[in-house]
C-alpha cells in the first residue's frame, strides 16, 4: 500500500503513543499525545500497510507553524519515512500560507538536524541546557523555514 499521511483522529492514538514511548528518551505524555484538538492543531500521522509508521504534532499561530513532535517507529527508522513525514508538514505549512515554520532538535539528534537542514530548516539560535538526558542535560537547536 502506498504511504499515506492523514490527519491525527483517535483511532491512531494508542500507535502514535506505542511509537511515542519507543522513539523518545523522554516521551510526551498520554494526556499530551491525546490532546488532539490544542489551539492551532495540526497532527499527522503516517499510515503504511494500514498501520501507523511516524507521526507529527504542529501548531499554527498566525502564520507560525511550530513543529512540536515527530516521530518514526524505531523498527521503520532508515527507509524514508522521516523525510516523507517533514516534507509533509513543509506542504502543510506552504497550504496554509505560512510565513515560518519552526522546530527544535535535541544537540545529540544529529541525524534529524541533518535532514532538518537538508529540507531547508536554519538553525537560528539555541536553548542551553533544554532536554534532560540520562547525566544531565543539552542543548535544543532552534531552526526555522523562512516561506517565500
Known amino acids: 500500500m502506498i504511504d499515506s499521511i492523514f490527519p491525527l483522529s483517535e483511532e491512531h492514538l494508542e500507535q502514535v503513543f506505542r511509537i511515542e514511548c519507543s522513539a523518545h528518551s523522554h516521551p510526551?505524555?498520554?494526556?499530551?499525545?491525546r490532546d488532539v484538538n490544542?489551539?492551532?492543531?495540526?497532527?499527522?500521522?503516517?499510515?503504511t500497510e494500514g498501520r501507523v509508521v511516524g507521526y507529527f504534532y504542529a501548531q499554527n499561530i498566525?502564520?507560525?507553524?511550530?513543529?512540536?513532535?515527530?516521530?518514526?517507529?524505531?523498527a521503520m527508522q532508515g527507509k524514508g519515512y522521516?523525510?516523507?513525514?517533514?516534507?509533509?508538514?513543509?506542504?502543510?505549512?506552504?497550504?496554509?500560507?505560512?510565513?515560518?515554520?519552526?522546530?527544535?532538535?535535541?544537540?545529540?539528534?544529529q541525524r534529524a538536524a541533518d535532514l532538518y537542514e537538508a529540507v531547508g530548516f536554519n538553525e537560528v539560535d539555541r536553548r542551553r541546557n533544554y532536554y534532560p538526558t540520562p547525566n544531565g542535560k543539552e542543548d535544543a537547536i532552534i531552526m526555522s523555514y523562512i516561506f517565500f
Open 62 to 74: 498566525v502564520g507560525e507553524v511550530t513543529l512540536l513532535n515527530i516521530a518514526v517507529d524505531p
Open 82 to 109: 522521516g523525510k516523507v513525514l517533514i516534507e509533509a508538514f513543509l506542504d502543510l505549512c506552504e497550504k496554509e500560507n505560512a510565513d515560518s515554520a519552526w522546530l527544535e532538535v535535541r544537540e545529540s539528534n
Open 28 to 33: 510526551w505524555s498520554e494526556t499530551m499525545i
Open 38 to 47: 490544542s489551539r492551532g492543531a495540526r497532527h499527522h500521522v503516517l499510515v
